[in-house]
């Protein structure tokens, strides 16, 4: 906000940016449902101009049943198997790299504490040292069981803890800025020639380097589908809640932080705000060290968040692998190694249930007769046709790591992705080069080039009777591709000159 303009540009690119990211989800979602149909009409022998969804019943919901797709799916079935691949390994990337960003943040917040209890060595100043790193691992370690949870959909009140102890942290700041406003507290020195209200940027140099936190802080697509699986009657209005009651709470909480913190650019001995603002405050100030053990807390309960994409990724990697062919050959062939309770009887053929609002207690979900079966595809199968198969019959994250065979693997992939990224973090003295390179560019591509991509591929197979409602679907289905392009035009040049910026602030910037 101090960099981009607080009173009027930083607002204004906050708000585009929070409706280009709501929009970009909704394509994320509608592409993920034209997959999984396209898989299902695929499997039942159709063509794929039959079935298609009418403009009225498009307009009343995005789908009335539960999905299987996930975003390197979504990815293949748009572009291609090369689009899967790229895609997982840019989930895995943006997930690795933003957990071993949290905890050198986690172990940055922690220091004060820590360098109260065991004096640092002399000269180190900021940074790793055993006692630092120790602590940060301690926390890891306290963590790291609920980086194992099956699915998103246990780990609500661990958001709603994390969504407490962040607003706690912003009331902080918010308050001390606001006193360095007024003149009031004791402990500030106020410097009345520093202009902290700006309209615009300094200088377009500032813009580029603000961009890509605005972009990062919606950072949030890997984790749309899986939670979108899981939603019991995911109907468009009840979708389309969700991610505004996501988003805007969000928008509202990151414009009342950024004015009030680039406020306080009038208290600091150079008269600017670092990017930790929280580091512009006195180590012995008690209401900030209740802001750091608030932020903390923060970080410490999204690691799941981040480590839970990943697992599931990987996980789903190692089936189309010899070694993971074995293992499933192993399992039992039977329903419950699935998460299918033996009491269901499942019909020949794809099984699709459709929901009614509060009416199933656990909703069923599209079944391959040849999973419910326990056919296996033999180890003479191709590596493509195994690609096939396990597309083709993966489920959500909460159904395929369902049965009790599937836990081992899931903790050891958890376990492994989480102490190798905090590993990784002990030896990191700063973080700043990896979080421009990844708001520059993976998290753009990420968040809006592939599901805007997706989307007018995917979305594009489909007819539009425009007799049942005079042509509004089929126009609202045009304005929506024209958005979805206008989108793509704006970040791919963005994306470019953000990540050359960022390499030139990274490796040539003095």
């Not at 970009?24 to 509608?30: G, H, R, T, W």
């Not at 172990?107 to 002399?122: F, G, Q, W, Y």
């Not at 080069?433 to 007018?456: H, Y």
Request: hydrophobic share 45%.
């Amino acid at each position: 906000f101090s960099q981009a303009g607080n009173l009027l540009v930083a607002p204004i690119i906050l708000v585009v940016t929070s409706v280009l990211a709501q929009q970009s989800i909704l394509f994320l979602v509608e592409a993920g449902v034209c997959s999984t149909a396209s898989r299902e009409r695929g499997a039942n022998g159709d063509d794929d101009d039959h079935g298609v969804m009418a403009a009225s019943s498009r307009q009343n919901k995005l789908s009335d049943k539960k999905g299987t797709a996930s975003y390197e799916n979504v990815a293949r079935q748009a572009f291609g198997r090369s689009a899967r691949i790229f895609s997982m390994a840019l989930v895995c990337a943006c997930c690795f790299f933003g957990t071993v960003g949290y905890a050198v943040l986690l172990r940055d917040m922690l220091e004060p504490i820590i360098d109260a209890l065991v004096k640092p060595p002399e000269g180190v100043g900021g940074g790793p040292t055993f006692a630092r790193n120790a602590s940060m691992l301690l926390v890891v370690l306290c963590i790291s069981p609920l980086t194992t949870w099956r699915d998103m959909t246990a780990l609500q009140n661990v958001g709603a803890a994390s969504m407490a102890s962040v607003l706690i942290v912003g009331l902080c700041v918010a308050y001390r800025s606001i006193e360095c406003q007024l003149g009031v507290g004791g402990n500030l020195e106020t410097d009345t020639n520093v202009d902290n209200l700006r309209a615009f940027p300094p200088s377009m140099k500032e813009l580029l380097d603000a961009a890509p936190l605005f972009i990062s802080s919606y950072i949030c697509h890997f984790n749309v589908i899986p939670i979108h699986n899981e939603l019991r009657c995911p109907t468009s209005d009840r979708v389309r809640k969700w991610i505004r009651t996501s988003i805007w709470p969000a928008t509202l909480f990151y414009y009342i932080i950024g004015f009030t913190g680039s406020l306080f650019a009038k208290c600091t001995s150079s008269g600017t705000v670092q990017g930790n603002i929280l580091l512009d405050f006195d180590e012995d100030d008690p209401l900030l060290l209740i802001g750091r053990l608030c932020l903390a807390m923060t970080i410490t309960l999204a690691f799941p968040m981040l480590v839970i994409p990943c697992r599931d990724i990987l996980v789903r990697s190692m089936l189309g692998t010899r070694f993971g062919r074995r293992i499933l050959k192993s399992l039992p062939k039977s329903r419950r190694a699935f998460g299918v309770p033996s009491d269901i009887a499942i019909p020949e053929g794809l099984t699709t249930v459709e929901f009614e609002p509060m009416e199933l207690e656990e909703p069923l979900l599209v079944l391959e007769n040849s999973v419910a079966s326990g056919a296996l595809p033999s180890d003479e199968l191709g590596e493509e046709s195994y690609e096939s198969f396990v597309e083709n019959t993966s489920l959500p994250s909460r159904q395929f790591a369902a049965g009790e065979d599937s836990k081992p693997a899931r903790i050891l992939v958890a376990l492994f992705v989480f102490w190798s990224a905090a590993a990784l973090a002990c030896s990191v003295r700063s973080i700043d080069v990896v979080w421009d390179l990844l708001g520059s560019s993976f998290s753009i591509i990420m968040a809006f080039l592939i599901p805007c991509g997706a989307f007018l591929k995917l979305a594009g197979r489909k007819r539009f009777n425009e007799s049942q409602d005079g042509g509004a679907g089929f126009r609202r289905w045009l304005v929506s591709r024209a958005v979805a392009w206008i989108m793509i035009l704006l970040f791919l040049p963005l994306m470019v000159i953000s990540t050359l910026n960022a390499c030139y602030n990274s490796f040539f910037s003095h």
